[in-house]
């Protein structure tokens, strides 16, 4: 069975940093691309960053590049997403997702078929 469990959200102030990780297991880890996005309630799930699976290729959601990183252990079938300058509007739930591919990326979340139950990152102003 395919699992995806996120952690490392919190509440925070503005400017300040967090890290969220996503543990994978049920699958072999390094053979697909992953993602995360996030979402606020009434809102569509929007992308924020995703990495192919040796972590070679990166690609960023415009309003987060400069101040996310994603990053991936496949020794530790790990994926992070180290977020910096963290702004009121980055308060959402972030959800990790598995690529249907190992090398496409994309920001369409239909292009992921297995998604976390995602960790609420709150960012008070």
């Known amino acids: 069975e395919v699992q995806l469990v996120e952690s490392g959200g919190g509440l925070v102030q503005s400017g300040e940093s967090l890290r969220l990780s996503c543990a994978a297991s049920?699958?072999?880890?390094?053979?697909?691309?992953m993602g995360w996005f996030r979402q606020v309630p009434g809102k569509e799930r929007e992308f924020v960053a995703a990495i192919t699976w040796l972590g070679r290729t990166t690609y960023y959601a415009d309003s987060m590049k400069g101040r996310v990183t994603i990053s991936r252990d496949n020794t530790k079938t790990t994926l992070n997403l180290q977020m910096n300058s963290l702004k009121p509007d980055d308060a959402a739930v972030y959800y990790c997702?598995?690529?249907?591919?190992?090398?496409?990326?994309?920001?369409?979340?239909?292009?992921?078929?297995?998604w976390g139950q995602g960790t609420q990152v709150t960012v008070s102003s």
């Open positions: 049920g699958f072999t880890f390094s053979r697909y691309a």
């Open positions: 997702a598995r690529g249907r591919s190992a090398s496409v990326i994309t920001a369409r979340p239909e292009d992921y078929d297995y």
